[in-house]
């Protein structure tokens, strides 16, 4: 089953589980692996522009990670059969970075609303002053976790299977994955907006949403870019080799039942000449239009022909 895993979506896997044994082995002798590569306040003593990338590969804890991980291995591996790697890695790792710049706008708006509590008249020029005087102590100030990239990925899985079906517990029913997506968002903004002090980092896991569905757009309304030009293409053209081997398969099949009629064969095998014909028809939308362009049919038919390869 591992080696299904699409390369990037697997690898993603592998660093973030090391990192995480590698924070608890060195915890253990005395060094904190999450100190150096989390995302720091941008006013702390210990930031470093670094730390945008590293915080994406640290969690705080066992279940902080499983749930991370197993969502990006639910919806990574479609994603990124569909975009191909360095697209869905390009993706995955921006909206990690996007998803922290969040996190610094929004730090920095409440250390001004925790400062101008105190002082009334102090100004947005003043906040650095006062943050260079406070750089120790800003460093318990700390970010850590691939969320913000994860919850991008779920995006992205909605915004290209929005009338997909999932089942998520405890759902009795399955639910498309549009309306999936935005009840997480919606549940997201809210728990940000109701400031509970869960230690959860909500409007980062926003970030990443924002700065992936502004990407997608783009890529979208630029079909031409050097992402798009190939958008899908490995994906589909192994499900095109799936097929034909598939056809291929029950062409020798048919012909050894087949004892001596002419008439079956012919049209067996042209019946498996059109559904083929069919099928290379779809892909060659898809290349050029992109999944969204095809219809319900072409939809139903493209998905069949997968689950019988």
């Avoid at 060094?31 to 003593?45: K, V």
């Avoid at 590969?57 to 969502?71: C, E, R, Y």
């Avoid at 102590?137 to 969320?147: D, F, I």
């Avoid at 028809?281 to 239009?289: E, G, M, Q």
Wanted: glycine fraction near 6%.
């Amino acid at each position: 089953m591992f080696r299904n895993i699409p390369v990037v979506t697997k690898n993603l896997l592998i660093i973030n589980f090391l990192a995480f044994v590698a924070t608890w082995v060195l915890q253990l002798r005395g060094i904190d692996l999450t100190s150096l590569g989390s995302l720091h306040y941008f006013m702390a003593s210990d930031f470093h522009l670094y730390q945008f990338l590293t915080y994406q590969f640290l969690h705080a804890n066992l279940t902080h990670i499983f749930f991370n991980m197993f969502a990006l291995w639910m919806f990574g591996c479609v994603v990124e059969n569909v975009w191909g790697a360095n697209k869905f890695l390009f993706y995955y790792i921006s909206c990690g970075i996007g998803a922290g710049i969040m996190q610094e706008i929004v730090q920095f708006f409440d250390f001004y609303f925790r400062i101008s509590a105190q002082d009334p008249s102090v100004g947005f020029s003043d906040l650095f002053i006062i943050g260079q005087q406070l750089s120790q102590q800003l460093n318990g100030w700390t970010t850590v976790g691939a969320s913000g990239a994860v919850y991008a990925i779920l995006l992205a899985f909605g915004m290209i299977f929005p009338n997909e079906r999932i089942f998520i517990f405890p759902l009795p029913i399955p639910i498309k994955a549009k309306w999936f997506v935005c009840g997480y968002a919606a549940i997201e903004l809210f728990s940000a907006m109701s400031s509970s002090g869960d230690n959860v980092a909500h409007m980062a896991h926003i970030g990443g949403m924002l700065f992936g569905f502004l990407m997608i757009k783009y890529w979208n309304r630029h079909p031409d870019s050097s992402f798009n030009r190939s958008s899908g293409q490995q994906f589909f053209e192994n499900m095109k080799r799936n097929f034909e081997k598939h056809k291929s398969s029950n062409s020798n099949q048919t012909h050894t039942q087949a004892t001596g009629t002419k008439e079956a064969d012919w049209e067996y095998n042209a019946r498996k000449k059109q559904n083929q014909e069919e099928i290379d028809a779809i892909l060659d939308k898809i290349r050029k239009s992109g999944y969204d362009s095809l219809t319900k049919e072409e939809k139903q038919k493209l998905f069949d022909a997968s689950r019988n390869s």
